[in-house]
Every structure is written in C-alpha cells, then in structure tokens.
C-alpha cells in the first residue's frame, strides 16, 4: 500500500533555512507528480507546491515562492522541500501527497504522509 | 485564485440525523473539479469524494456529492460516530490548488 513518510521538522530560528524529505513506497513514485500542503495549527490546509513527474515543472502558492524549492530523486523515491528564509507564518504540519492519477502532473490528491511538524521561532 | 466558502462553520447534530455541508466557489470550478477530505484530529485528511460527485474508494454510499459550477454540496445521510470530524472541500481545476476554510462536524 502507499506510504509517505516525511522527515527533517523540527524547531528553526526566523530567517533561516531547513529540509523536509519525504520517503515514497507503495507505487511507482517516478510516474507521479507530488505536492506539500500545510497546515498551521489548529487551521485549515494550504497547498505550498507540485512537482511533474520527471522534475521538470514546478508551481508555488504565492506564499512561499521565491523562498522555498520542492525537487525530487525519483532513483530514492524521495521528495524535498528545501525552506528557505523561514518565518513565524510558516510554521505548520507539512504533508507530502500524492495524486490519484499517474499524470505529470495531477492536483487531485487522494493520498497523505502523516506530516512532520515545522515550528519557526526564536 | 479561486476562493471556497463553506457553510456552515460548526454543524451540531446528532448520530442517525442527516448532514448537509456547503462549498461555494469564487468563480466557476472548471469540470467540477471539486473534491470533499474528512480530517479527524491528529491524522491527515482522507479523500471522500471527486469529480463533484464520485466518491472515492471505501467510502460508503451514505456519503454523496452534488453540486455544479460554484456550489457544491456534501451530504452525509446518516450519521455514524465515526462520521463526526472536519470537513473540507478542494478545487482541483487550477492552480493554486485551494480549500475551504472547513466545516467541524460535532455531536449535538
């Protein structure tokens, strides 16, 4: 079955950076598009970014671009976040997901990691 | 971006009673892009319904999606107790992706 397990959360100061990775098995990680979404404490979801299936192609939300970078190894089935020039409004659970469909790209998700918690603080 | 509103914020009911939650689109979600999550506390959301009205896979027929254009509805026809949680909807047509604030379904 799929498995999606995030790693690299943790406490960080305003300003600087951390890695999230997420660990992909269960499926053919290469034939899939991925995205992050957050989650702020007790508040709802907000969709951060996808990544194509071969890397090729990449699209932020608003909030994050120009700060953060998703990238992924398909020969490690793992996914990246890098978070740079961190702020107190990022800190949130970060997903790794994973769409329905086998597409390069497909915004429909129907699978979730258990999320790794980013706090940002001083 | 498109904007989701749901409705209403909290939703008292009871087990057996009928659920009916709101989603309204900013403008027309293109295909009926538009999908349903249940997000209980301290896990991650889990896919009930796309296409507006398909739901996905293990999800029982009491739950049911309708809706076309910028409404949309979730219905739950009877409530179990497993049922009682958040709900969120999602349009899928465009990105940025987006979701609605929620609606907390709670035990009356």
């Known amino acids: 079955q799929v498995q999606l397990v995030e790693s690299g959360g943790g406490v960080v100061q305003p300003g600087r950076s951390l890695r999230l990775s997420c660990a992909a098995s269960?499926?053919?990680?290469?034939?899939?598009?991925m995205h992050w979404v957050r989650q702020a404490p007790g508040k709802g979801l907000e969709w951060v970014a996808v990544i194509s299936n071969d890397g090729s192609n990449k699209y932020y939300a608003h909030s994050v671009e120009g700060r953060f970078t998703i990238s992924r190894d398909n020969s490690r089935n793992t996914l990246y976040l890098q978070m740079n020039s961190l702020r107190a409004e990022d800190t949130a659970v970060y997903y790794c997901?994973?769409?329905?469909?086998?597409?390069?790209?497909?915004?429909?998700?129907?699978?979730w990691g258990q999320g790794t918690l980013v706090t940002v603080s001083s | 971006e498109i904007v989701l509103t749901q409705s209403p914020g909290t939703l008292s009911l009871s087990p057996g009673e009928r659920a009916t939650l709101s989603c309204r689109a900013s403008?027309?979600?293109?295909?009926?892009?538009l999908a349903w999550y249940q997000q209980k506390p301290g896990q991650a959301p889990r896919l009930l319904i796309y296409?507006?009205?398909s739901r996905a896979t293990g999800i029982p027929d009491r739950v049911s999606g309708s809706g076309s254009g910028t409404d949309f509805t979730l219905t739950i026809s009877r409530l179990e107790p497993e049922d009682f949680a958040v709900y969120y909807c999602q349009q899928y047509a465009e990105s940025p992706i987006t979701f609605g604030q929620g609606t907390r379904l709670e035990i009356k």
């Open positions: 997901a994973k769409p329905l469909r086998a597409t390069p790209i497909s915004f429909l998700i129907d699978s």
């Open positions: 269960g499926f053919t990680f290469s034939r899939y598009g």
């Open positions: 296409g507006a009205s």
């Open positions: 403008q027309s979600v293109s295909s009926n892009y």
